[in-house]
């Protein structure tokens, strides 16, 4: 398996940018590299994909977030 660069939020999947390891959404959050499938929102109101996981925001989120 390959080794995640970026962390992803537990809580709202939000893949965080580079060299970030806090969500700037829920700063409380706890993050993790262990995510994968990886989803770019561009219009989250006709993203099936944002409904589906409840991504009200757009941007990059992880379809899978392990946290330990
Ligand atoms: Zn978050």
Same mark, same amino acid.
């Given at each position: 398996? /390959? #080794? $995640?660069?970026?962390? !992803?939020?537990? =809580?709202?999947?939000? /893949?965080?940018? =580079?060299? *970030? +390891? #806090?969500?700037?959404?829920?700063?409380?959050?706890?993050? *993790?590299? +262990?995510?994968?499938? &990886? /989803?770019?929102?561009? +219009? &989250? $109101?006709?993203? =099936?994909? !944002? #409904?589906?996981?409840?991504? =009200?925001? $757009?941007?990059? &989120? !992880?379809?899978?977030?392990?946290?330990?």
């Amino acid at each position: 398996m /390959v #080794q $995640n660069k970026r962390f !992803a939020c537990g =809580e709202c999947h939000l /893949v965080l940018p =580079e060299s *970030t +390891d #806090q969500c700037v959404h829920c700063p409380s959050s706890p993050v *993790t590299l +262990d995510w994968s499938g &990886y /989803v770019l929102i561009l +219009d &989250y $109101n006709r993203s =099936e994909v !944002a #409904q589906r996981l409840k991504i =009200e925001r $757009n941007g990059e &989120y !992880a379809l899978k977030v392990s946290v330990r």
